[in-house]
């Protein structure tokens, strides 16, 4: 099957993309998947050319496809003057060996492709060392002696030992950088562990948005706040975290972050690589399950999240059920979740506030009652409590010598140990 695509003849690189299917499978999983392959290829600024497809009773061990397929992919690479092929899934060392010989083009997979986008989109230091960490770790089997000079017999003085290889040169340096960042990213993770563990003293509530890549969350946190996150119609716009404190309908701060998008068939290598990342996630207090409502495929999206989340034992954080872009639909979509479910258009001043103010409802719930009697000349004290619990009522007593403040938090003494004088 090949549907072939007419473009610009200026575009740099010109891709065929390969799928395989299993025969009795679900055919609306794998059109789905590969309607994401063209979506990534477009993102990593690639043109779509063509597109072959193949059904078979097992993925072929030695060409992932059939080897008369593996012919006709050859044969549309020249015709189309193509210069890639991509492949749906992530290939084996030696098929990709095998492809690469037998096709006159580079040839990648899902993973590579993927692990593209990241190298182009990572802006922080962190996000560009999970990223190399990834690559590195994908690479590392799939070095192959290819070519006369990576089977050459090094030379240099202190870098290669006795007759060794520039491959096995190779696979040593790759192995010690991989050592290097993983000691990196742990000192990282320590960092953001003392942040998070600050965060909980000081009684911070902390929100994470979660989701489907492209479902809108990145705009929800820009509507939210000033965080100024790119905002782009395309996968994996936003790679590194970003929390912002986030004013609620009552005066209380909150402390919400942005995620990593999640795909079907993420790469585990940069699931592992981003680990320390997604378990902000795993730390919140509350998610925001943020979901592309005018996406027909939302309910295949909400089950990749849902495993994503199993996988870091978040699953049984509360959870707000947020279907975005509602603007574009007509009627709400049908879905079976547990806990509350809101629908909202993140271009919406008042569906932000509805978003909101469910979020201050869900604390609430979670709060206890106190009763303050503060000094009128603690006003430190006072504005403190407003900006760290919900006060349901404040008052000045006659003689204007002390705030009474009716106030729901989780703790007093975590925003401060003074404020257990003060409890009537």
Not at 84 to 107: G, H, K, S
Not at 341 to 351: C, G, L
Not at 392 to 413: A, P
Request: proline share 3%; with cysteine; charged share 30%.
């Amino acid at each position: 099957m090949i549907f072939i695509h007419t473009i610009e003849q200026n575009q740099p690189e010109r891709a065929v993309l390969v799928g395989y299917y299993k025969k009795n499978s679900s055919q609306r999983r794998f059109e789905l998947s590969l309607e994401e392959l063209k979506e990534l290829t477009y993102t990593a600024q690639a043109e779509v050319v063509a597109v072959l497809t193949q059904g078979r009773d097992l993925a072929d061990s030695r060409w992932y496809v059939g080897k008369g397929k593996v012919e006709e992919i050859n044969q549309v690479v020249q015709q189309l003057n193509a210069n890639l092929v991509i492949f749906n899934d992530e290939l084996t060392p030696m098929q990709i060996r095998n492809l690469e010989q037998a096709i006159d083009c580079r040839v990648v997979d899902r993973t590579q492709l993927i692990l593209d986008i990241f190298a182009q989109r990572a802006q922080s230091r962190e996000g560009k060392l999970q990223v190399e960490l990834a690559q590195l770790k994908y690479r590392l089997p799939r070095l192959t002696g290819k070519g006369a000079e990576l089977s050459r017999l090094g030379a240099g003085i202190g870098t290669r030992g006795p007759g060794e290889t520039k491959l096995e040169s190779d696979r040593r340096h790759i192995r010690r950088r991989i050592g290097e960042i993983e000691a990196h990213i742990e000192e990282v993770k320590r960092h953001r562990r003392l942040h998070r563990e600050r965060r909980k003293k000081n009684e911070a509530f902390q929100v994470s948005i979660v989701g489907y890549t492209n479902a809108g969350k990145s705009t929800i946190l820009n509507r939210l706040t000033d965080a100024g996150i790119l905002e782009e119609d395309k996968l994996f716009a936003t790679l590194d975290p970003t929390s912002r404190r986030v004013e609620l309908p009552g005066g209380q701060e909150i402390i919400m972050t942005d995620t990593v998008g999640f795909i079907q068939d993420l790469p585990h290598q940069l699931v592992a690589a981003f680990r320390s990342t997604l378990e902000e996630a795993a730390e919140a207090d509350l998610l925001l399950h943020v979901i592309d409502a005018s996406n027909p495929d939302y309910s295949v999206h909400m089950e990749v999240v849902d495993s994503i989340l199993e996988d870091l034992e978040a699953q049984s954080i509360p959870r707000i059920t947020v279907f975005n872009k509602m603007d574009k639909m007509g009627e709400k979509p049908v879905a079976s979740v547990a806990g509350e479910v809101i629908y909202v258009s993140a271009n919406k001043d008042e569906d932000m506030k509805k978003l909101l103010a469910a979020v201050q409802a869900h604390m609430e719930e979670l709060n206890a009652r106190y009763l303050l009697h503060i000094p009128v000349q603690r006003g430190d004290l006072r504005a403190l409590v407003h900006r760290s619990a919900y006060v349901e009522e404040e008052t000045i007593t006659e003689d204007g010598m002390f705030y009474d403040l009716l106030v729901k938090s989780r703790s007093l003494e975590q925003i401060s140990p003074e404020l257990k004088h003060f409890m009537v």
